[in-house]
């Protein structure tokens, strides 16, 4: 019999190429490369096609797969349809994601499709939610261009592509996680692309695994100048509360996510000529990293990718409903990425269970039942 593990911690269930995470390294490898070297380099595009056939894409590769996307951008209309009805409803952006993603089967379940509709998604039931319109994609933006240009109706610079792009590139995949496990698990199943990233959506949109970089925002918010840090991270965890952004299920050191987006978010801000809340930051990170190892030595609680992912998608203008979404536009990638490795060399991912309930039970008719319930 073999031993139970509760969340299959430590569990082998598969292998891939697709990235690396080292825990106690804090270190994370995206197809062989350090995620910071992919990040701060790659277009998304590169990165994906990069997943999905293990090389970085020639010029021409490239040119045919940024083309194939910016055409699959167009959602199905019961797609804005189903988006209109959620926004009427003020359902969650993820709610909302989920059911539209579902939609994409009525054009096809290929991958480009699925990757490509992902941002319209977002962007629609963002804009819709604030009473506007929709705004239909632009074939010559690339993915994240496309993406900020839907949202905002305006064409992005190129630092906040760029600092969009670094954000895609670093959360595009990571090890076997919560959704990604479930991705592979239904794909194994013989189902199709389309189900198992609705899936993972469904797996991504529990806080347990999605995160909480809006708190984290929300707290350094709270405290507003660097002098109140202290004070206030004192009185929180005097309080038995957690510090957002700070910990991880994995890294034992800091996460390495966490260094490419605090350079991505610093270069953001410089751009724009405001470097206020990004000190400000940086100081509440300091001191919570030193009060954290004052107050819970050994825990290794220190900077994970939700801190800095608020400070990069709030400089970009995101409302704090569109971070989960937002990296849920890129982890489709990885997703997919999973699909294919696990259709390469399937087997039905069937885990086996420990039953610890009564035995030995003999059946009462339900008359017997009721007559023994009034005897007693």
């Given at each position: 019999?073999?031993?139970?593990?509760?969340?299959?911690?430590?569990?082998?269930?598969?292998?891939?190429?697709?990235?690396?995470?080292?825990?106690?390294?804090?270190?994370?490898?995206?197809?062989?490369?350090?995620?910071?070297?992919?990040?701060?380099?790659?277009?998304?595009?590169?990165?994906?096609?990069?997943?999905?056939?293990?090389?970085?894409?020639?010029?021409?590769?490239?040119?045919?797969?940024?083309?194939?996307?910016?055409?699959?951008?167009?959602?199905?209309?019961?797609?804005?349809?189903?988006?209109?009805?959620?926004?009427?409803?003020?359902?969650?952006?993820?709610?909302?994601?989920?059911?539209?993603?579902?939609?994409?089967?009525?054009s096809s379940t290929d991958a480009a499709r699925i990757l490509a509709t992902m941002p319209t998604i977002l962007a629609a039931y963002s804009r819709l939610k604030r009473g506007e319109e929709p705004l239909a994609p632009r074939r010559d933006l690339g993915h994240a261009a496309n993406m900020l240009y839907m949202l905002t109706g305006a064409t992005p610079d190129p630092e906040r592509v760029r600092a969009l792009e670094t954000y895609l590139n670093t959360v595009i995949d990571h090890g076997l996680n919560a959704s990604t496990f479930t991705v592979r698990v239904i794909i194994s199943t013989g189902s199709d692309l389309v189900s198992a990233v609705v899936g993972g959506l469904g797996a991504l949109k529990g806080p347990l695994h999605g995160g909480a970089p809006g708190p984290a925002l929300d707290m350094v918010f709270e405290i507003g100048t660097a002098d109140r840090a202290e004070q206030v991270l004192r009185e929180k965890l005097g309080r038995g509360e957690r510090l957002m952004g700070f910990g991880h299920r994995v890294y034992k050191v800091r996460d390495p996510r966490a260094d490419v987006l605090a350079a991505a978010a610093e270069r953001l801000f410089t751009r724009a000529g405001d470097m206020k809340l990004y000190r400000l930051a940086r100081e509440v990170e300091s001191v919570a990293i030193r009060l954290l190892e004052e107050q819970k030595p050994g825990r290794h609680l220190q900077t994970n990718v939700e801190f800095y992912t608020a400070l990069v998608l709030h400089g970009l203008g995101f409302d704090v409903s569109l971070f989960t979404p937002t990296f849920a536009v890129s982890r489709t990638a990885g997703w997919i990425g999973h699909a294919f490795e696990q259709q390469r060399a399937n087997r039905l991912i069937r885990p086996q269970s420990e039953y610890v309930g009564p035995r030995g039970r003999k059946w009462m008719a339900l008359a017997d039942r009721i007559a023994e319930s009034h005897a007693g």
């Open positions: 019999m073999e031993t139970f593990k509760a969340g299959l911690e430590g569990v082998v269930a598969a292998t891939t190429t697709l990235s690396e995470v080292d825990g106690a390294r804090g270190e994370l490898t995206i197809a062989g490369f350090p995620v910071g070297e992919i990040a701060s380099n790659a277009t998304f595009e590169e990165a994906v096609w990069l997943l999905w056939h293990g090389d970085l894409p020639t010029a021409q590769e490239l040119k045919a797969f940024r083309a194939e996307l910016a055409g699959k951008r167009e959602l199905p209309r019961a797609a804005t349809s189903l988006l209109r009805e959620a926004a009427g409803a003020n359902l969650d952006s993820m709610d909302a994601l989920r059911m539209a993603a579902g939609t994409i089967s009525l």
